[in-house]
């Protein structure tokens, strides 16, 4: 199993909009791993987590490929992560050459409605060459021969929000964000189904802020949760653990990449490919 990071800042991306800030200033100086566009990651080059308002600079940079992808799987609904208008080219008006099979989509009600309420014409053929599943935690389907589990997370209380366990070929990716800290019933959840987990991403929105505002995670909590999984058997030394969704507040790439490296975590960077075998 390949994974792919396209993007990996948290909503307002770095460099930020009109932020002057020192990562900010050096991201638009230096460029490199410094630069975060919104969050998303794809598997073996066809099944996508998030569609966010980066998707075309992913396409144009990354090797995104979206004729490839016929399944996208959505944690929630916030536009960093669920951009509706440019998911809906793919009904709406979508070219010569264009695929013509059905993409499928995977989220809470809110994402069906939000790609409804996206559009002010054509809303008809919003579902032309678009199928929509609604999900529930703790609820597995399968999507282009991987076994997914929702896993139920706390990051806003307007809607159900998502972690993703995958599953394929014996292999086991869980991708954590956005979320705060994991619940107990998720470790417990993880824990019981005996899953050994290959790879995790976590929420690192914070970075090396050491205050925990809830809802989103810094890079202490992200160690805290990897000796947690661990200690549960539910990952072990062998497992991957890479931290994304990084905010221009979060600290430098190289100061929050020190940090994480001294306690096993990767930092993920836009581009940034790691296989399971
Ligand atoms: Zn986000
Ligand atoms: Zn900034
Ligand atoms: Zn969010």
Not at 104 to 109: H, I, R, T
Request: hydrophobic letters at 40%; charged letters at 25%.
């Amino acid at each position: 199993m390949k994974i792919k990071f396209l993007g990996t800042g948290a909503s307002e991306a770095i460099p930020a909009f009109f932020c002057g800030c020192p990562v900010c200033e050096s991201a638009r100086k230096n460029g490199g791993k410094e630069i975060r566009t919104r969050a998303g990651v794809v598997i073996d080059d066809r099944l996508m987590i998030d569609f966010g308002p980066d998707t075309l600079l992913h396409t144009l940079y990354t090797g995104l490929d979206l004729s490839k992808i016929k399944s996208v799987l959505f944690t929630h609904s916030h536009s960093d992560h669920f951009y509706a208008f440019d998911l809906l080219a793919r009904s709406l008006y979508s070219g010569e050459g264009a695929p013509n099979d059905i993409l499928k989509v995977y989220g809470s009600a809110a994402i069906k409605n939000g790609l409804i309420d996206s559009v002010w014409y054509n809303k008809e053929r919003v579902f032309d060459r678009i199928s929509f599943c609604e999900i529930a935690a703790e609820r597995e389907f399968f999507a282009e021969g991987y076994k997914i589990t929702p896993i139920g997370v706390i990051h806003i209380p307007t809607e159900p929000c998502f972690m993703f366990l995958i599953e394929k070929d014996g292999k086991a990716y869980l991708h954590v964000h956005d979320s705060d800290f994991p619940t107990e019933r998720a470790f417990a959840f993880l824990k019981d189904k005996g899953v050994k987990l290959n790879a995790v991403t976590f929420d690192c929105t914070y970075g090396l802020i050491k205050t925990e505002y809830g809802g989103h995670m810094n890079l202490y909590q992200n160690i805290r949760a990897k000796e947690r999984l661990i200690k549960d058997g539910t990952a072990d030394g062998n497992t991957k653990f890479y931290s994304s969704h990084i905010c221009h507040k979060a600290g430098s790439f190289d100061d929050i990449a020190r940090e994480a490296g001294k306690n096993g975590i990767e930092v993920a960077y836009d581009g940034l490919e790691t296989e399971i075998l």
